[in-house]
């Protein structure tokens, strides 16, 4: 067997980071329905793993080190996100919306929590089956897993994976349909004017748009992008480390919380400080690319490590509880997502929005959103609400809410 250390172990995951990518490009499905990279190159591994264990010869053993850090820097990223100016310029719709999809993070585990329970599980594994895999997807999941499984939940981390997974799948196949269903149902193409020729903002280009970069220069003698790239980590590490001693606090009063909430929080404190005096000057893009590549690896890492054939016996009421929940996801795109945002075609196309990151990711959200516009015309309300919702703000309120959910049924 070998045994990798913990540097041999993040080069190992770099590799399977890549065989993931290459899949990817080889096979246009996987691109189709959003699955990423990493999340392919890590089952790849598992399942090569999990054959080789049903053999009784295991191939490898990682030191898995590293793999806390890297999950707490992209949450740390995530928060330095979190600026409020974001939401002042969203308005009232942001707002309508970030509130139906906080209720509905509580309406997942409530619903997951009790399904659990008339199969005879613990409440938490409907819980994981929630809003932990599904609003917060497989880097949440992963996240959460260490602190179900110590509460009394068998294989979480497989569990989080194969519920993100399904997640991931149904987003991107229910999202287009329902848009279209709503769309076509009450006409709300022909009331559409000419379109304009727009481009409709994804994510990041509408946090670039609204935290635009720092005017401070580099020191002398140094490379711009090098001396943000720079700042950035610093700052990410010292989030990392403010926000130690602030998940430390919590414990001591008894709270259970992931390791990523106390940097997570100093780090929004950081942006938003900032945002009002301007003396550190945050470079949010740069801040970004960093986070993407801790999460590559986080996810990687994390995945090839996995024990599938841990969770063989849950199958079937994990699969049903999923099933439940899609349908309910459906539901609430048409009734209140619909009503809620206007009845109009912006309504319409935030409602695919809705089931691609309320099951999957705001990557699904994106893809849904894109292939009504294809089809009708623009909807540029739609691209400026749902993706501030989707990749920012819903990742604070599911934290507190899975939070609150494993202290009451650990």
Same mark, same amino acid.
């Not at 399942?47 to 049903?54: E, M, P, T, Y």
């Not at 999941?141 to 399904?166: K, N």
């Not at 801790?294 to 994390?302: G, S, V």
């Not at 990151?357 to 894109?370: D, E, H, I, P």
């Given at each position: 067997?070998?045994?990798?250390?913990?540097?041999?172990?993040?080069?190992?995951?770099?590799?399977?980071?890549?065989?993931?990518?290459?899949? !990817?490009?080889?096979?246009?499905?996987?691109?189709?329905?959003?699955?990423?990279?990493?999340?392919?190159?890590?089952?790849?591994?598992?399942?090569?793993?999990?054959?080789?264990?049903?053999?009784?010869?295991?191939?490898?053993?990682?030191?898995?080190?590293?793999?806390?850090?890297?999950?707490?820097?992209?949450?740390?990223?995530?928060?330095?996100?979190?600026?409020?100016?974001?939401?002042?310029?969203?308005?009232?719709?942001?707002?309508?919306?970030?509130?139906?999809?906080?209720?509905?993070?509580? %309406?997942?585990? %409530?619903?997951?929590?009790?399904?659990?329970?008339?199969?005879?599980?613990?409440?938490?594994?409907?819980?994981?089956?929630?809003?932990?895999?599904?609003?917060?997807?497989?880097?949440?999941?992963?996240?959460?897993?260490?602190?179900?499984?110590?509460?009394?939940?068998?294989?979480?981390?497989?569990?989080?994976?194969?519920?993100?997974?399904?997640?991931?799948?149904?987003?991107? %196949?229910?999202?287009?349909?329902?848009?279209?269903?709503?769309?076509?149902?009450?006409?709300?193409?022909?009331?559409?004017?000419?379109?304009?020729?727009?481009?409709?903002?994804?994510?990041?280009?509408?946090?670039?748009?609204?935290?635009?970069?720092?005017?401070?220069?580099?020191?002398?003698?140094?490379?711009?992008?090098?001396?943000?790239?720079?700042?950035?980590?610093?700052?990410?590490?010292?989030?990392?480390?403010?926000?130690?001693?602030?998940?430390?606090?919590?414990?001591?009063?008894? %709270?259970?919380?992931?390791?990523?909430?106390?940097?997570?929080?100093?780090?929004?404190?950081?942006?938003?400080?900032?945002?009002?005096?301007?003396?550190?000057?945050?470079?949010?893009?740069?801040?970004?690319?960093?986070?993407?590549?801790?999460?590559?690896?986080?996810?990687?890492?994390?995945?090839?490590?996995?024990?599938?054939?841990?969770?063989?016996?849950?199958?079937?009421?994990?699969?049903?509880?999923?099933?439940?929940?899609?349908?309910?996801?459906?539901?609430?795109?048409?009734?209140?997502?619909?009503?809620?945002?206007?009845?109009?075609?912006?309504?319409?196309?935030?409602?695919?929005?809705?089931?691609?990151?309320?099951?999957?990711?705001?990557?699904?959200?994106?893809?849904?959103?894109?292939?009504?516009?294809? !089809?009708?015309?623009?909807?540029?309300?739609?691209?400026?609400?749902?993706?501030?919702?989707?990749?920012?703000?819903?990742?604070?309120?599911?934290?507190?809410?899975?939070?609150?959910?494993?202290?009451?049924?650990?």
């Amino acid at each position: 067997m070998l045994k990798l250390d913990l540097i041999h172990t993040l080069a190992f995951a770099g590799l399977v980071l890549m065989v993931g990518y290459g899949v !990817r490009a080889a096979l246009p499905v996987l691109a189709r329905y959003n699955i990423p990279g990493p999340v392919i190159g890590g089952l790849i591994a598992s399942v090569v793993g999990l054959v080789a264990h049903s053999r009784g010869t295991p191939l490898w053993e990682f030191d898995t080190t590293l793999q806390a850090p890297l999950m707490i820097a992209f949450f740390t990223t995530i928060g330095f996100a979190a600026s409020l100016r974001l939401l002042r310029v969203g308005g009232p719709q942001v707002l309508v919306f970030f509130a139906i999809a906080t209720v509905f993070a509580v %309406v997942q585990n %409530v619903v997951g929590a009790g399904m659990a329970t008339l199969f005879g599980l613990h409440p938490l594994f409907g819980v994981l089956t929630g809003s932990v895999t599904l609003t917060g997807g497989p880097a949440t999941g992963l996240a959460f897993a260490p602190v179900f499984e110590r509460a009394g939940v068998e294989g979480a981390t497989t569990v989080a994976v194969a519920s993100a997974m399904v997640g991931i799948v149904f987003g991107g %196949v229910i999202g287009g349909p329902i848009g279209t269903r709503l769309v076509e149902r009450y006409r709300l193409h022909d009331r559409l004017r000419t379109p304009v020729e727009m481009e409709t903002p994804v994510a990041t280009e509408l946090v670039e748009a609204q935290l635009p970069e720092p005017s401070t220069a580099a020191p002398e003698g140094e490379d711009e992008s090098s001396w943000h790239l720079l700042k950035a980590v610093v700052l990410i590490l010292v989030a990392m480390w403010a926000g130690s001693w602030v998940s430390a606090a919590f414990t001591s009063l008894g %709270v259970t919380l992931p390791a990523y909430i106390g940097a997570m929080l100093v780090a929004a404190l950081i942006r938003n400080v900032d945002d009002a005096v301007g003396w550190i000057g945050v470079s949010q893009r740069t801040i970004d690319d960093v986070g993407n590549v801790a999460l590559a690896l986080f996810i990687a890492m994390a995945l090839m490590t996995l024990k599938l054939w841990e969770i063989s016996n849950l199958a079937l009421p994990m699969l049903a509880i999923l099933a439940v929940q899609v349908i309910l996801v459906a539901i609430v795109c048409a009734w209140p997502v619909f009503p809620a945002m206007g009845r109009d075609y912006d309504a319409a196309v935030m409602g695919s929005g809705f089931a691609g990151f309320m099951l999957g990711t705001t990557a699904n959200a994106m893809a849904n959103m894109r292939s009504l516009v294809e !089809r009708y015309g623009p909807a540029p309300r739609a691209f400026l609400v749902v993706p501030m919702v989707g990749a920012f703000f819903i990742d604070f309120t599911n934290a507190v809410i899975i939070t609150v959910f494993v202290n009451l049924l650990a």
